[in-house]
């Protein structure tokens, strides 16, 4: 942690919070991430547009960050083959759906609605990630 900087998280994780609370206020729909793009390629919706316009506001804000603070959000290569992101990531998608939701929709909006399912969801998602540092390694 060389660059903690505990105001930005506070406030970042304030501004996720009330959009999470606000989505679900307008919409009656938990802000999961995988849920609202999986609902997008997988079956017709009724609330479409919400979820594309949900999918495209995450998309314009990470470049709207980019042009209000250049340099500072640059990404680093990856330390690892482009094969092996691409299996972890159809893992991490396959995870997603056998647990019925995401970091985001069991973490964030399941936790703050004290549901069980989500709290045993998270538990697992932190200690699958620890165990996969622990034996793969960390970003270098």
């Known amino acids: 942690m060389n660059h903690f900087t505990p105001v930005s ?3 970042g994780g304030a501004l996720i ?3 999470t609370s606000l989505f679900l206020l307008t919409h009656g729909k938990v802000a999961g991430i995988s ?3 999986g609902g997008l390629l997988s079956r017709p919706v009724n609330d479409g547009p919400v ?11 990470g470049l709207a960050a980019h042009f209000v603070a250049p340099g500072q959000l ?4 990856p330390s690892r083959s482009l094969g092996v ?3 972890a990531g159809l893992l991490v ?12 929709g069991h973490g964030v909006c399941g936790l703050s609605r004290l549901s069980a399912r989500s709290l045993v969801a998270t538990m697992t998602f932190m200690a699958t990630g620890a165990l ?8 270098e």
């Open 9 to 11: 998280a506070l406030l």
């Open 17 to 19: 919070g009330l959009a």
């Open 35 to 37: 849920g609202i793009f």
């Open 51 to 61: 979820r594309l316009a949900f999918v495209a506001g995450l998309l314009l804000a």
């Open 74 to 77: 640059a990404v680093p290569p």
């Open 85 to 87: 992101l691409a299996i």
């Open 93 to 104: 998608g396959f995870g997603t759906r056998l647990g019925n939701g995401c970091t985001s």
């Open 132 to 139: 996969a540092v622990a034996l793969f390694g960390g970003v």
